[in-house]
């Protein structure tokens, strides 16, 4: 019986330690998904600021309120939160928030479960360009999806007038980077790095990446409706309970055994008691008898020298019996 419950543990905990995998399957039910996502890039020579917009050809696959909620609207991941300009660049979009993380897109109407719909904006994000020895250089990630998958993706840096920049992926004609993917998974990414050598004016490492204000700082801009803690809570519930069950499988397991005193244990089979054995099973030769036995009776007083308040073995903190079973201590 020991052998099945430590079975039984350990294929649970294996459940426990897979439930990661869980969480992102039941997670990837997600209430959308993405057919077209476009994103143009076009840096400032004066301010290394860049202007970015984001164009979505959006399918609803629940009702999807108009207003940004649990299921409302729509959260975008943006790389910081100095961020000037955004505004709305189609007419069903209502209003647009955003703080260091996302941008939050209210629209006019609610759209039903199935309806595809477009929806575009913009902004000019600040703190993105890195100096080295005269190069200028951006890595920019546009905003993923952990929860949505997207058909298509494209991304397409354009060049300042004038000056020319080498970039790490795609392809490059008239002065525009274009990078493309396609049947995105969830948390699939698009990073681009473009370096200009002759960069035609001087910007100010003050307003450079490694140099953005705290209260502006992100660490990652991702869109999710679960954050990582969400998921740890998970697991560490599941685990608990996990716990728990595994107790009670214990606790269940141990009935019909019986301690009958000074060690001696039985085991209830086929409405009999009888003297426990190795395994679990009744002791070979023993006879069964239909009532359980009962322990001796003992006197008020501890045994092997000990007074009536103190433990065996003539100790004086609580000592127990041989045969006893200790109580377990209470939880604070």
């Given at each position: 019986m020991k052998k099945k419950l430590l079975s039984l543990c350990v294929t649970v905990l294996l459940l426990a330690a897979l439930l990661p995998l869980t969480v992102q399957t039941a997670f990837a039910q997600d209430y959308d998904r993405i057919l077209s996502y476009q994103v143009d890039v076009t840096p400032n020579v004066n301010d290394g600021s860049l202007a970015i917009r984001l164009s979505f050809r959006w399918k609803a696959l629940e009702d999807l309120p108009a207003t940004n909620s649990q299921k409302g609207g729509v959260k975008i991941g943006i790389p910081?939160?100095?961020?000037?300009?955004?505004?709305?660049?189609?007419?069903?979009?209502?209003d647009i928030q955003n703080d260091n993380s996302y941008a939050y897109v209210d629209f006019t109407q609610g759209y039903k479960a199935g309806q595809e719909f477009d929806f575009s904006f913009s902004w000019v994000q600040e703190y993105m360009y890195t100096l080295n020895n005269g190069e200028v250089a951006y890595d920019y990630t546009?905003?993923?999806?952990?929860?949505?998958?997207?058909?298509?993706?494209?991304?397409?840096?354009?060049?300042?007038?004038?000056?020319?920049?080498?970039?790490?992926?795609?392809?490059?004609?008239?002065?525009?980077?274009?990078?493309?993917?396609?049947?995105?998974?969830?948390?699939?990414?698009?990073?681009?790095?473009?370096?200009?050598?002759?960069?035609?004016?001087?910007?100010?490492?003050?307003?450079?990446?490694?140099?953005?204000?705290?209260?502006?700082?992100?660490?990652?801009?991702?869109?999710?409706?679960?954050?990582?803690?969400?998921?740890?809570?998970?697991?560490?519930?599941?685990?608990?309970?996990?716990?728990?069950?595994?107790?009670v499988v214990s606790v269940l397991t141990s009935i019909g055994r019986y301690v009958g005193g000074f060690g001696t244990r039985y085991v209830f089979v086929n409405g009999l008691w009888y003297p426990r054995g190795p395994g679990g099973r009744p002791r070979p030769g023993s006879v069964g008898t239909k009532t359980r036995p009962r322990p001796p009776q003992s006197s008020r007083k501890g045994g092997f020298g000990g007074g009536s308040r103190g433990g065996g073995f003539g100790g004086d903190r609580g000592g127990q019996m041989p045969g006893d079973r200790p109580e377990r201590s209470q939880a604070p």
């Open positions: 910081n939160g100095s961020i000037r300009d955004m505004k709305a660049l189609s007419d069903n979009i209502a546009p905003g993923w999806f952990d929860g949505i998958l997207i058909d298509e993706m494209t991304l397409t840096w354009h060049d300042p007038a004038g000056v020319i920049g080498v970039a790490s992926e795609g392809d490059t004609q008239n002065g525009e980077h274009i990078l493309t993917a396609s049947s995105m998974g969830y948390g699939d990414k698009l990073p681009l790095t473009v370096t200009y050598a002759d960069w035609p004016t001087a910007l100010d490492s003050q307003y450079s990446r490694e140099n953005i204000p705290e209260d502006y700082n992100n660490g990652s801009y991702y869109e999710g409706d679960r954050s990582l803690g969400d998921t740890i809570a998970t697991v560490i519930g599941f685990i608990i309970m996990i716990a728990i069950i595994c107790f």
